[in-house]
Each structure stands twice: as structure tokens, then as C-alpha cells.
């Protein structure tokens, strides 16, 4: 499968939304503590991992 920016966008929206539903469906935290602190520390986490994980991909592509 071949990423390009439109499945890399939706597949990380898919993941994120599924973390962020588990826990409001799971009932382990308040729904707004859910969706004011951790969705956004979800997102941030999930952007830093996709840039490292871009450079690394580039990184081996190059053939260092």
C-alpha cells in the first residue's frame, strides 16, 4: 500500500478517534477530561511519531 497525504491524513484521524472513543466508551475518565487533555496530547504525540517516522522512511530510502 502506497501512503500518500490523503490516506496517511484519514488513517490518522481513524486511530486517533478510535483512542479517543475507547476511552469515552470505556468510561475510565470524564468526557471532557478526555477530549480537553488527552485527545490533544493524542494528536501531538501522533504528529511528532509520523514526522520521525518520515525522516527515518527517507533516512533508509536514501541507502545509508
Given amino acids: 500500500m502506497?501512503?500518500?497525504l490523503p490516506k496517511t491524513a484519514?488513517?490518522?484521524?481513524?486511530?486517533?478517534a478510535?483512542?479517543?472513543?475507547g476511552?469515552?466508551?470505556g468510561?475510565?475518565?470524564?468526557?471532557n477530561i478526555v477530549l480537553m487533555m488527552v485527545a490533544p496530547s493524542m494528536i501531538v504525540f501522533?504528529?511528532?511519531?509520523l514526522a520521525i517516522g518520515v525522516k527515518h522512511?527517507?533516512?533508509?530510502?536514501a541507502g545509508r
Fill in 2 to 4: 502506497d501512503f500518500d
Fill in 10 to 16: 484519514a488513517l490518522f484521524v481513524i486511530v486517533i
Fill in 18 to 21: 478510535l483512542g479517543v472513543g
Fill in 57 to 61: 522512511g527517507e533516512y533508509r530510502a
Fill in 23 to 25: 476511552l469515552i466508551g
Fill in 27 to 31: 468510561d475510565m475518565m470524564a468526557t
Fill in 46 to 49: 501522533g504528529l511528532l511519531m
